[in-house]
C-alpha cells in the first residue's frame, strides 16, 4: 500500500503531490515496505555485536532476511527481470531489466543499533535507471523516483536545494571502498580536507543512498562519490527527477556504468567539480 503524503511538507517538497503510482511502482513500494517491517523486527537500539565474527553474522542475516522478502515480490511485479544485490558491484549491465537492490544499505548501522540504515531497490531498463525506491523504516520515510515522473517523499514532490554558494553548503561523501589498497582512503581524505575549506559542513558517512535522498529533499546541497557501485543508482535518480545535476568527476553526464559522479543543487555543481578536481 502506498504510504500516506508528508503532513508537513519542507520549503523543499512541492505543494503538488505525486499522481497515482503506475502498478509496477505501487507493487515495488509495497515490497520494500514488507521488507522494512521485517526488518523492524531484528533491529533493536540495544543492539551490540562482541566482535567481528557476530557483527558479520548478523550483516549476513539482516540481507538475507530482507532479501528473501524482496525478491518473490519483485519477481512477481515484473516477470523475467534480473535480480542483483551484490552492494559493491559495478560495471555496465547486460541488455534489459534488472532490478538492483542494497538489502540494507547501512546495514552497519543497523547492526549497532543506530537508525540511520535503509532498503533500497531500483529498476534498470538498458542501462538506464528507470524506477528507485528508498525505505527508512525507522523514520517511516519513503522516496521513490520514475525517469521523467518527478521524486517523491511519502508522495510529495522534492525539489534539490535553491543554494548558489557553497558556504552555506552542507556536503557529503561515503567511505572509500574497503580494501588494502591506500589509494582510495587517502583520496577521499584529500578531497575532505578541500571541500571543508569551501563548504559549511562536510560530512563522511554511510549509507551513501541516504545521502543521496537527502539532496534530492534539499536537507543536504551535494554528494560526491569516487567508486560508484551499482547500489547507487536509487539515489542518482532520485536527484536527477529533483532537479539536482550528476555527473561524473570529468564534468561528463552521468551514467550507470560511471566510475564516480557528483551530485548537486544547480547553483552548486560547478564550483563543487571545480574543488574536487583541482
Request: glycine residues 10%.
Given at each position: ?172 561523501t561515503?567511505?572509500?571502498k ?31 543512498t ?25 539515489g ?30 544547480p ?8 574543488i574536487?578536481?583541482?
Open positions: 500500500m502506498s504510504p500516506n503524503p508528508s503532513p508537513n511538507p519542507s520549503p523543499n517538497q512541492d505543494p503538488n503531490p505525486s499522481p497515482n503510482q503506475d502498478p509496477l511502482a505501487a507493487a515495488t513500494v509495497a515490497a520494500v515496505r514488507r521488507a522494512g517491517a521485517r526488518m523492524m523486527t531484528r533491529w533493536s537500539t540495544g543492539s551490540r555485536p562482541p566482535g567481528l565474527p557476530e557483527l558479520l553474522t548478523s550483516l549476513k542475516a539482516n540481507d538475507a532476511a530482507v532479501a528473501d522478502t524482496l525478491r518473490p515480490a519483485l519477481a512477481e511485479a515484473l516477470p523475467g527481470a534480473g535480480w542483483l544485490d551484490d552492494e559493491h558491484g559495478s560495471g555496465p549491465l547486460p541488455s534489459g531489466e534488472w532490478w538492483l537492490v542494497d538489502p540494507v544499505g547501512g546495514n552497519v548501522n543497523a547492526v549497532h543499533g543506530m537508525p540511520d540504515w535503509n532498503i533500497g531497490v531500483s529498476l534498470v531498463r538498458d542501462g538506464r535507471p528507470v524506477l528507485a525506491v528508498v525505505h527508512f523504516p525507522v523514520l517511516d520515510e519513503t522516496f521513490t523516483a520514475t525517469e521523467g515522473g518527478g521524486a517523491f517523499l511519502n508522495g510529495v514532490r522534492l525539489r534539490v536545494s535553491g543554494k548558489t554558494s557553497l558556504d552555506g553548503a552542507l556536503a557529503g561515503g567511505q572509500a574497503p580494501g588494502h589498497d591506500p589509494e582510495p582512503a587517502r583520496r577521499t581524505g584529500a578531497a575532505f580536507a578541500a571541500m571543508s575549506d569551501s563548504a559549511l559542513h562536510v560530512r563522511v558517512s554511510v549509507p551513501v541516504q545521502q543521496l535522498a537527502q539532496v534530492a529533499a534539499g536537507r543536504m546541497d551535494l554528494h560526491w562519490q569516487f567508486d560508484n557501485v551499482r547500489s547507487h543508482v536509487a542518482v535518480l532520485l536527484v536527477q527527477e529533483a532537479g539536482g545535476v550528476v555527473t561524473d568527476l570529468d564534468g561528463k553526464p552521468w551514467e550507470a556504468a560511471s566510475e564516480n559522479y557528483l551530485a548537486a543543487a547553483g552548486l555543481h560547478a564550483a563543487a567539480l571545480e574536487l578536481t583541482a
